[in-house]
């Protein structure tokens, strides 16, 4: 009997084991693939390289003559980082009023931000576009940050609510038989106690804004203004001769931000995904 | 005065959050559905043309039908795949296996980093005419089956697409493991007393008592997978296919106002979009009060 069932486990592992690596595959085969010399990677399904280069990297950094990749990373973690900046300092404040003062409104503005959660951007897009356009900041990165520090991404609003309903009111109130009022509150109890939602919050913003591509498209026209994803996309223009090598290298490079803050956040990050799909 | 200020303290935290939302949604939303009645070009002033532009989508476009077609066979299509993968690995994983943190990490890896244009170069890759879909077809003997460019052919164009969301099914996985944690020991212990197959207890217990949050998940991969954009145009090189076969949504909007710039024309398929995806949402809540196994 006790057999039995261990070899049903073992049989079950091998077969998740299996799904994994088909699963990640793909992703092993580019990576490994960018260190191929170009003539090979076709004919080779193997993820290690036979003959190692590192020629695609050079190609494709310089690739596009002038503007090299330097500039689009720069681009590409100003334009994140600041957005990370934004959404910590005004999702916060906004939570902190929905999760624990009490204000006339307050239910209809929390629906109306639950709303705008749902809500698809494409609603907005086109008087969006005409506003920064007369304010001549297409071309500039405000219009991809400025909506940061106006608490735009309703979704931290929301996951931080939760967390801040979530911390016991009697430290609340023992801080204001401190001394503390509203204000005061917020920086010397709140904030502190929410800091795993702020780290989620500050991750996962600085994932999607990394690897976002719609708002950079609309916003984002002069190469020297370019991100990453931006220039990942002019290799598959019709006009370019396409390069794999370069491509995948490029390609492989662009994701370096996001693993390495996944080897490091592991843990937030997951529990980051599972309580934003619970909570629900 | 402090006590007036406490009273007010509210209002103070919400102001970003005032002004985004009037600068940045309402006031824009409300233009937007002005611009719908007008053509308009960005340089020169919008021109009111009254229904003329929801007429043409109704009446002669071809492009809105093809475009919500895929968008639509794209959505109904991958969502529940992807969640009953997510749901039936997750259910496998429960049970407990050797490196189980490792395994749930490398399902994770697809969701983390689906949406980005690497992805969708890669995807490119593996199923053009000289991909490695096709390299590793005519190695196993299905020499004729690896003469067609997946991407590319009309037919199975958006199937490609569809793969890229299944693929990643992490996130939800991630979402019902630990739903399943969520599920007290003693209601699976009873039901086993009374003799329930494991298959039974998943079936009659586990899953009425997880409807809540299948249901709020479905509803937000709807959503999301309703607005996928860069893998369409990344696969697509932007044109959205051969005969509209990767014309999705979003890229036709797109396209129209930026491309195009018919702006007062892509205003009214942003609105049509907006309805349907609302549609939707609201469907799906209120299934949800009816359905739903609240405990």
């Known amino acids: ?40 990677i076709f004919k080779d399904l193997g993820i290690i390289p036979k003959q190692f280069t590192l020629e695609n990297y050079n190609k494709g950094w310089y690739s596009s003559g002038m503007v090299t990749f330097t500039t689009y990373f720069k681009n590409s973690f100003t334009i994140s980082i600041f957005s990370v900046i934004g959404n910590i300092m005004t999702c916060s404040l906004a939570a902190y009023a929905f999760g624990r003062l009490e204000f006339k409104g307050k239910k209809i503005f929390f629906n109306i931000m639950l709303v705008t959660m749902m809500l698809p951007q494409h609603a907005i897009l086109v008087p969006q576009f005409t506003y920064f356009y007369q304010l001549g900041w297409v071309n500039t990165f405000i219009p991809l940050i400025l909506p940061k520090f106006l608490a735009a991404d309703a979704f931290f609003i929301y996951l931080m609510t939760q967390f801040i309903r979530g911390i016991p009111r009697e430290l609340d109130e023992a801080a204001i038989m401190d001394g503390c009022n509203r204000y005061s509150l917020f920086f010397h109890i709140i904030i502190p106690l929410c800091s795993p939602a702020l780290v989620t919050t ?7 804004s990394w690897n976002d591509f719609f708002t950079q498209i609309i916003y984002l026209r002069e190469s020297l203004m370019y991100t990453v994803t931006l220039a990942l996309r002019t290799f598959v223009d019709p006009a370019s001769i396409s390069n794999y090598g370069a491509m995948f290298a490029m390609s492989t490079i662009s994701i370096i931000p996001i693993l390495i803050i996944f080897v490091f956040f592991q843990k937030q990050l997951i529990e980051g995904v599972a309580m934003s799909g619970i909570k629900g | 005065m402090n006590r007036k200020l406490n009273r007010y303290a509210g209002y103070v935290f919400l102001l970003p959050w005032f002004v985004g939302f009037f600068l940045l949604t309402l006031i824009p939303m409300i233009i937007s559905l002005y611009y ?3 053509n308009f070009n960005l340089l020169s002033e919008p021109k009111f043309v009254g229904l003329k532009n929801y ?13 919500l077609t895929v968008t639509i066979k794209y959505v109904f299509i991958s969502v529940p795949l992807q969640l009953l993968g997510s749901l039936i690995l997750a259910f496998i994983l429960n049970k407990g296996l050797p490196g189980l943190s490792l395994l749930r990490a490398a399902f994770y890896i697809p969701s983390l980093l689906g ?28 020499v004729d089956l690896a003469q067609i460019s997946w991407m590319s052919n009309p037919d199975t164009a958006v199937w490609t697409l569809i793969i890229l969301r299944v693929w990643q099914f992490g996130s939800p996985m991630i979402i019902f493991l630990a739903a399943i944690k ?11 007393i009374d003799g329930a197959s494991r298959f039974k207890q998943i079936i ?37 296919g051969i005969m509209d076969s990767l014309l999705f949504y979003t890229l ?28 939707f949402t609201s469907l799906a809540f209120k299934l949800s009060s009816r359905y739903i196994h609240y405990n």
């Open chain 1, 1 to 40: 009997m006790k057999k039995h069932k261990k070899i049903r486990r073992n049989i079950r592992f091998i077969i998740i084991l299996g799904i994994a690596l088909i699963i990640l595959y793909p992703l092993f085969w580019m990576i490994g693939s960018s260190f191929k010399p170009e003539s090979t």
């Open chain 2, 55 to 67: 007429i043409q989508i109704f009446t002669s476009d071809q492009h809105f039908i093809n475009a």
């Open chain 1, 202 to 208: 500050a991750i996962f913003t600085f994932m999607w």
């Open chain 2, 252 to 279: 036709y909007i797109y396209n129209e106002g930026f491309g195009n710039m018919r702006m007062g024309y892509a205003s009214a398929l942003s609105w049509i979009f907006v309805l349907i995806v609302g549609i």
């Open chain 2, 115 to 142: 949406g980005s244009v690497a992805i969708s170069i890669l995807w490119r890759q593996i199923f053009g005419l000289e991909g490695i879909l096709n390299k590793a077809l005519s190695a196993i003997g299905f």
């Open chain 2, 36 to 38: 719908s009645f007008t």
């Open chain 2, 204 to 240: 009659k217990i586990m899953i009425p008592l997880m409807s809540p949050i299948l249901l709020f998940n479905f509803v937000m991969q709807i959503i999301s997978a309703f607005k996928v954009f860069t893998e369409a145009y990344i696969i697509s090189g932007g044109k959205g």
């Open chain 2, 182 to 192: 969520q599920i007290p020991d003693s209601v699976i212990e009873a039901s086993a």
